[in-house]
């Protein structure tokens, strides 16, 4: 195969190197992430009975190899350019780890024990070029199939549109009950996530 020449500093390969160093990370109990500093990258995995998940439960195993989810968490006023020792003090990454365990807990048919995640503190420049090659990399069944994982409440007047298909399939968040029923039901979904999966990991 022809390509040309190797660029450590290229676009893809930065993204890889960033994928790379957060996989050497230790996986821990999703239920026992502490609260430290930094602004990152994490993934979160899946190792339990829910059958639409089987193929990725046995892929998992003990390792924790294959993410349900991945995603970012900037600093604070990111997006209004802060400083880097202001992000090296922000505690983001560890919040929204910790926000995604308190909505596995409240769902119905899941079990926060069954959940691991691995994260990595990274430069905020950083973060959107590492959360695309994560997404790109692994294709996460809760990023590309099952909307609505990483979804806040969204308040008093402000509902549009229906609920999103997480709430649907793992009902629990007192604040999705808000949104009008989809036309599509959980079984639906969970066939589609079974093919999804087959087509990925089988």
Same mark, same amino acid.
């Given at each position: 195969?022809?390509?040309?020449?190797?660029?450590?500093?290229?676009?893809?390969?930065?993204?890889?190197?960033?994928?790379? &160093?957060?996989?050497?990370?230790?996986?821990?109990?999703?239920?026992?992430?502490?609260?430290?500093?930094?602004?990152?990258?994490?993934?979160?995995?899946?190792? +339990?009975?829910? %059958? $639409?998940?089987?193929?990725?439960?046995?892929?998992?195993?003990?390792?924790?190899?294959?993410?349900?989810?991945?995603?970012?968490?900037?600093?604070?006023?990111? &997006?209004?350019?802060?400083?880097?020792?202001?992000?090296?003090?922000?505690?983001?990454?560890?919040?929204?780890?910790? %926000?995604?365990?308190?909505?596995? &807990? $409240? $769902?119905? =048919?899941?079990?926060?024990?069954?959940?691991?995640?691995?994260?990595?503190?990274?430069?905020?420049?950083?973060?959107?070029?590492?959360?695309?090659?994560?997404?790109? %990399?692994?294709?996460?069944?809760? =990023?590309?199939?099952?909307? +609505?994982? +990483? =979804?806040?409440?969204?308040?008093? +007047?402000?509902? =549009?549109?229906?609920?999103?298909?997480?709430?649907?399939?793992?009902?629990?968040?007192?604040?999705?009950?808000?949104?009008?029923?989809?036309?599509?039901?959980? $079984?639906?979904?969970?066939?589609?996530?079974?093919?999804?999966?087959?087509?990925?990991?089988?």
């Amino acid at each position: 195969m022809t390509s040309g020449p190797f660029s450590p500093l290229a676009m893809e390969s930065l993204g890889h190197s960033i994928v790379t &160093r957060m996989m050497e990370m230790n996986a821990i109990p999703l239920d026992d992430v502490p609260r430290f500093a930094g602004a990152g990258l994490y993934a979160i995995y899946y190792r +339990g009975p829910f %059958q $639409a998940y089987s193929l990725l439960a046995q892929a998992n195993g003990d390792r924790s190899a294959v993410p349900i989810y991945v995603g970012k968490a900037a600093p604070s006023g990111a &997006r209004k350019g802060i400083d880097v020792a202001q992000t090296s003090a922000s505690h983001a990454l560890a919040d929204r780890v910790r %926000q995604h365990a308190a909505s596995i &807990r $409240a $769902a119905q =048919n899941l079990d926060i024990t069954d959940f691991d995640a691995r994260w990595l503190v990274v430069e905020d420049i950083w973060i959107p070029l590492g959360e695309s090659a994560l997404i790109r %990399q692994h294709r996460p069944v809760w =990023n590309a199939i099952v909307d +609505g994982f +990483g =979804n806040h409440d969204p308040g008093k +007047g402000r509902i =549009n549109g229906t609920r999103p298909r997480w709430d649907t399939l793992h009902p629990g968040r007192p604040w999705a009950d808000k949104y009008p029923q989809r036309d599509e039901t959980s $079984a639906e979904i969970e066939q589609e996530i079974e093919e999804y999966l087959r087509s990925r990991l089988a």
